[in-house]
């Protein structure tokens, strides 16, 4: 019953994603967590901030589509079983620092070997690429962010002061200013602008 299901297929909405961390919220009797984390493609907008905002003080997510590896689960849940009384916030910037250079199929040599195996570009070069060769390549064009949630109420509404501002402004001029911002991978296709 959902028009965008019907146009793209059945996925997880940001109200099924609300409503599931509401219940999982009243069935462990947590009142906010501390951090929810996205390893997913394109989640850093304001919606998803929105929808997570009532759920928890922090998150992580992208705005950009991630690589093939997604986060370095070793080595930032490695800082927080050394410190398990880590912020959220600490922990969302472990989570950023770690991403990409720190991944375990890219600092160990056998990992990052049987990865460049699988179809990588980097399978052809002599002797293999480093790990700092592999971190530079999968790295560009990256975006990962840790949000303080409580921050979202604020942002909305200079978001909808600008909206505003924007209906009476020169609208050839907001178009021209439109083709300076930075575009992302579009769900719907590359035949969709």
Do not use: K
């Amino acid at each position: 019953g959902i028009p965008l299901a019907e146009a793209i297929g059945d996925q997880l909405y940001l109200m099924e994603i609300d409503e599931a961390l509401g219940e999982i919220r009243r069935q462990a009797g947590v009142d906010q967590f501390e951090l929810i984390g996205m390893d997913a493609c394109l989640m850093s907008h304001i919606e998803v901030f929105s929808a997570l905002a009532p759920h928890a003080r922090y998150a992580v997510v992208s705005q950009e589509v991630e690589p093939a590896l997604g986060w370095a689960y070793t080595s930032f849940l490695s800082a927080l079983t050394s410190n398990p009384d880590m912020t959220g916030a600490d922990l969302g910037r472990q989570i950023v620092a770690s991403y990409i250079q720190d991944d375990q199929r890219i600092v160990d040599d056998a990992a990052r070997a049987e990865f460049l195996q699988r179809g990588s570009p980097f399978g052809s070069l002599l002797g293999g690429p480093s790990a700092r060769q592999v971190a530079t390549q999968l790295g560009q064009d990256i975006t990962l962010t840790a949000v303080d949630l409580a921050a979202i109420p604020n942002v909305l509404t200079h978001l909808n002061s600008l909206a505003y501002a924007l209906q009476t402004a020169n609208q050839p001029a907001v178009a021209q200013a439109r083709t300076y911002a930075q575009s992302f991978t579009s769900v719907f296709g590359g035949d969709v602008p």
